[in-house]
């Protein structure tokens, strides 16, 4: 009995520790970005020493990619769930994220922003290796949102001649730019502005 | 002769000194922003010891507050320059922002952002006077657009139910995204994208 609880028990454990530094690696690089993050913060936090984190990470950068691994999973999952929903007309579910990130800012009373957006800003402090990694991350939520987009327009509810590539792109950037607005005057405006000018002007089938 | 001389050498010293430390300053936080800066690497670049440093500024944040002051004031100066030169029309003063944009970004390597939108993303690790200050700086730069954007609107080069103010914010936080983006990418491409959407979509007759 005891042999075949030890190991299920302390696989858990270890995965356990590692999950918890990177959870709260997420939290914390979410809101105050790589480099101004000190580890120790991190391990006070996770409750974990500094001997078990070099055990599963070997080097903080190391640790920063398995961060970015796991923000990317759960955005994969969000953005499958709210850009993939075929209940919802396609232009509804991108009104529909917009709402739940507004949702979000005010959760964490905006000190939280956009974990690939804070990384992507400090690329001067930071290897190139990161700078891909980031780049991959962008790409892969143009082509959710670019997905969700190409049905709109195959619906007519964009116009035949709308660029589904060059429109996702900008909406990401605008978007980050929004963010980042919204945590600096700590108010949902900036986020409703977005929405209003995108779905004006550029979301419209006129 | 000499006592006629000596003052003025003297506050030329002065203020060259502190000139000098300003505009390092402004070039090194538009690469890395204000938290990652060390004191050191500006002092050397300067090439300043670290007393005359606390003569001039006692801390440094009040010579991040001197940064600002210096930032807002070139801008100020290539926001007139370029969006208020009568003998341009409104909106293409607002193409030729961009393309001196694109250029500034080429020029140094795709190194140097906008110091501002630096400072914004840095505010979880800065004190509550720098948002204030940097919003003010924001505000401004929608003031200088929005009064362009104002006189396309009387020439009816924009629809007559155009949201001035909203479509000036807007396009600054795009900006700043796009910015991000294109550092992020080392292309200009970014920048290129934000023209076209903005010129094709919001900034139209249409």
């Excluded at 970005?33 to 120790?40: M, N, P, R, V």
């Excluded at 190391?62 to 769930?81: H, S």
């Excluded at 005010?106 to 402090?125: D, H, P, S, T, V």
């Excluded at 589904?164 to 945590?183: D, I, P």
Aim: proline share 3%; with cysteine.
């Amino acid at each position: 009995m005891r042999m075949e609880t030890a190991e299920p028990l302390k696989s858990r454990t270890r995965n356990d520790t590692r999950a918890r530094l990177v959870h709260v690696g997420t939290e914390i690089l979410s809101e105050k970005g790589f480099t101004s993050t000190g580890l120790e913060e991190i391990l006070e936090k996770a409750e974990v020493p500094k001997g078990s984190f070099y055990h599963y990470f070997g080097s903080k950068a190391k640790f920063g990619f398995a961060v970015i691994d796991n923000y990317e999973y759960l955005w994969a999952q969000k953005l499958t769930r709210l850009l993939r929903d075929p209940a919802v007309p396609p232009l509804e579910r991108i009104d529909n994220y917009i709402s739940e990130g507004v949702r979000g800012l005010e959760k964490y009373a905006f000190r939280r922003g956009c974990l690939i957006g804070n990384m992507g800003q400090e690329m001067a402090a930071l290897d190139e290796e990161f700078r891909f990694r980031i780049l991959k991350v962008f790409a892969s939520w143009a082509d959710y949102l670019g997905d969700c987009l190409a049905e709109a327009k195959q619906r007519a509810d964009l116009p035949a001649d709308f660029d589904v590539g060059e429109a996702a792109r900008f909406f990401w950037f605008a978007w980050e730019g929004a963010v980042l607005q919204a945590k600096l005057e700590r108010s949902v405006a900036p986020i409703e502005r977005f929405r209003r000018v995108m779905f004006k002007y550029v979301l419209t089938g006129a």
